[in-house]
């Protein structure tokens, strides 16, 4: 006989996972097999005794050890999160705030009727403003004296 095969059955019965075929098998097996039955005396006397013990918990200086390293891991996933979101928010500021620039440009173009120079103020950024120091500087090297 297979005894290792129906005392894995046995464990399985004491856990109540054991189906109806399952038991009817086993408790012919225990009827013609006596160290099997001896075996499971033994079985449900050790899980009794396990069950009359008090819980145990984990003494307190492990407890406290684990839980300082639960906090740790804590902080430091919270850590990598704000290396994450810190600078993807700055960059989703910056490309709203871009996209924000280009289309009030488009509006002010389009209500005015006028090019990017006469809307931004751009003719100011010609190579030598008038009355600017290059202005001066360029007049008074070529020999002109506009100032």
């Known amino acids: 006989m297979d005894c290792n ?63 300082a390293e639960i906090e740790g891991r804590n902080r430091d996933a919270a850590a990598w999160w704000y290396r994450i979101a810190v600078p993807a928010a700055a960059v989703l500021i ?11 440009n488009e509006a002010m173009l389009a209500e005015n009727g006028n090019g990017v120079e006469e809307v931004l103020g751009l003719e100011q950024l010609d190579d030598y403003p008038p009355g600017s120091f290059g202005e001066i500087l360029v007049a008074a090297t070529e020999g002109g004296d506009d100032g």
């Open 94 to 104: 910056m490309l709203l705030g871009l996209g924000a620039g280009v289309s009030l």
């Open 5 to 67: 095969r129906f005392r894995l059955m046995l464990s399985r019965e004491l856990d109540g996972e054991l189906d109806a075929r399952g038991q009817d098998e086993l408790q012919r097996h225990l009827g013609e097999c006596p160290e099997c039955r001896g075996y499971r005396l033994v079985l449900l006397e050790t899980a009794a005794c396990h069950r009359e013990l008090p819980e145990a918990g984990p003494p307190p200086a492990i407890l406290a050890a684990v839980m």
